[in-house]
């Protein structure tokens, strides 16, 4: 029996595609949706934990890939360092889940670890370097 | 009744001054009407934080035993230019290392460069220089190696042609079909966000839309120093179209400025990393506006509902002047997370910190309150709308034929 925590990213097109419920299926994994943002006009992203046979679970991770569907294992942390960020919110549109997102009344930046997937997608994103990968 | 710079100063100097920044005057002209606000408020602070690409500093790092007329110079690695005198250098904002792999896999980090190079230096940090030159009989020395750091120069002054954008554009990806990288960040698909880079209301020269005290040495808040106006920047361009408040509706006048470096902060010079563009420098800067008038009480009173941007497509429309702006929005609109183009909503990000802006703006007002600073009269004021001084784009005029016809 093996577990992994994925999230998985899909492109516009694949939006309507039964990806998650065809996983489950056709390879007998368990699944556990942790999280998921999809919206008709943006990209689509499902935090699932999966647990099933070791090659079922690897296979069906790679028919996903093949799908189109963007697999990234959650692995690791994305922490912000408080002092680098100038709080200027290059970020907030750039993350997926609002992890990090901009209070329209003052203005200031905030982090959510709760929310964060660790897509890393921020991590380049932030001009002053702010957001970093734990291990 | 009108004040001057001279009864301003007088009131500085009492600890009588009333100071307050451009939020606070949005609040006291809404109050008492601009006439009572222009009686009682002597200054205004503002202020913004942003990376500002067209940055940089001069240094002196003193002269070597044997001498060197340095005609190649790095900094970290970062190229410097050299071709001023012996020992003068400039490092610019945007410059990158020599080995930088660029966008050569893209879209490239960028991370270090000429922004970071000035942060290492306001900060404390050693810093690499390494030097090459041909050799003269009076500078007979041909490389250099050797740390510096700021404490152990002669001058160090940051030299900024073009900062402080009144105004700016809201900038889009209309019609790439994958995210752009661009000098306005990541720029998703299908109107999938909408960056944008002012501090709005509280932006400098936002308050003071015509350049009326804004001028060649006034004393401004330079990266946590007191700094001065110097020049008009590049690319000024007073004659926009403007609203009714006389506010531009789109990028128009910039600043040249500068400021010792040795007396800087880290907290408002900082280097910055654009992903799959380059690097630059975020710059904090604040000018405080004597309220001389009426009409500067009304100026300095703008809010963001007054100011609006134009909104830019990144992906044809600004590289290749396809077309022009899909439409304006407010500042207020944009500061709300979310805006509506073509009936769809679009989210928003700022590269400009406001509360980075309100925390200079608050300095500032601290500075002047404790008698710390106090208002120069420009010596010149800028062009302003009357100027007829427009921003061109380059003609270009083909070489080959021209160099045919001088036979």
């Known amino acids: 029996m093996a577990k992994a925590r994925v999230v998985f990213h899909y492109p516009r097109a694949l939006i309507d595609a039964p990806i998650a419920s065809r996983v489950a299926r056709d390879f007998d994994l368990e699944f556990n949706i942790l999280r998921a943002n999809i919206t008709p006009d943006s990209q689509g992203l499902l935090v699932l934990e999966l647990s099933g046979d070791p090659q079922a679970l690897s296979d069906a991770l790679e028919w996903a890939g093949e799908q189109g569907v963007a697999v990234q294992p959650l692995e690791r942390d994305v922490v912000r360092d408080d002092d680098l960020c100038t709080q200027c919110g290059a970020c907030v549109t750039i993350c997926p889940t609002a992890a990090l997102s901009r209070d329209p009344r003052t203005q200031e930046v905030g982090f959510d670890p709760e929310e964060c997937v660790a897509c890393e997608l921020c991590v380049p994103a932030c001009p002053p370097h702010a957001m970093t990968v734990a291990f | 009744m009108p004040k001057t710079y001279e009864q301003i100063n007088e009131r500085i100097r009492a600890g009588e001054a009333v100071v307050v920044t451009a939020e606070e005057m949005i609040d006291t002209v809404e109050e008492n009407g601009v006439e009572a606000a222009a009686e009682q408020v002597d200054v205004v602070t503002t202020g913004t934080f942003a990376p500002m690409c067209s940055s940089g500093a001069f240094i002196n790092f003193g002269h070597a035993n044997p001498r060197i007329k340095v005609q190649k110079a790095w900094l970290n690695d970062v190229n410097a230019y050299a071709g001023l005198a012996a020992v003068d250098l400039y490092i610019g904002a945007t410059e990158v290392p020599e080995h930088d792999p660029l966008n050569r896999e893209h ?36 490389e250099l190696d050797t740390w510096i750091r700021l ?11 073009r900062n402080a954008y009144q105004n700016y554009n809201v900038a ?14 990541v720029l998703k698909p299908e109107l999938g966000n909408a960056n944008y880079c002012s501090a709005g209301q509280l932006s400098p020269l936002l308050n003071d839309p015509l350049y009326r005290t804004i001028g060649i040495g006034t004393r401004i808040f330079l990266g946590g120093a007191q700094g001065y106006v110097f020049w008009q920047g590049t690319q000024h361009n007073p004659t926009v179209d403007r609203t009714e408040g006389g506010v531009p509706r789109g990028g128009a006048g910039t600043l040249s400025v500068v400021g010792d470096l ?19 420098l975020s710059v904090g800067l604040g000018i405080p506006i004597p309220v001389l008038n009426e009409e500067i009480a009304r100026f300095t009173a703008v809010r963001d509902e007054d100011i609006v941007a134009p ?24 500061k709300t997370g979310e805006i509506e183009i073509d009936g769809r909503a679009v989210p928003t990000a700022s590269l400009s910190s406001y509360p ?9 007002k601290e500075w002047i309150q404790a008698g710390q600073f106090l208002l120069s009269r420009p010596a010149e004021l800028l062009p302003s709308a009357e100027s007829g001084l427009t921003f061109k784009s380059l003609r270009e005029r083909p070489v080959e034929e021209e160099v045919a016809a001088r036979g």
């Open chain 2, 107 to 142: 879209p490239g980090e960028f991370r270090y460069g000429g922004g970071h190079v000035i942060e290492d230096l306001v900060a404390g940090r050693d810093v690499r220089l390494r030097a090459v030159a041909y050799g003269t009989d009076c500078y007979p020395r041909r």
């Open chain 2, 151 to 161: 404490d152990d120069l002669n001058e160090a002054f940051l030299c900024n042609p």
């Open chain 2, 172 to 185: 889009v990806n209309a019609h790439a079909d994958r995210p752009i990288y661009t000098y306005m960040g």
């Open chain 2, 262 to 280: 040795k007396q800087m902060s880290q907290r408002w010079i900082r280097g910055v990393s654009l992903y799959g563009y380059g690097v630059s």
């Open chain 2, 311 to 334: 909104i830019v497509d990144y992906s044809r429309g600004y590289p290749y002047s396809e077309s022009g702006p899909l439409g304006h929005v407010s500042y207020a609109q944009l």
């Open chain 2, 356 to 364: 980075r802006a309100q925390e200079i703006a608050q300095t500032l």
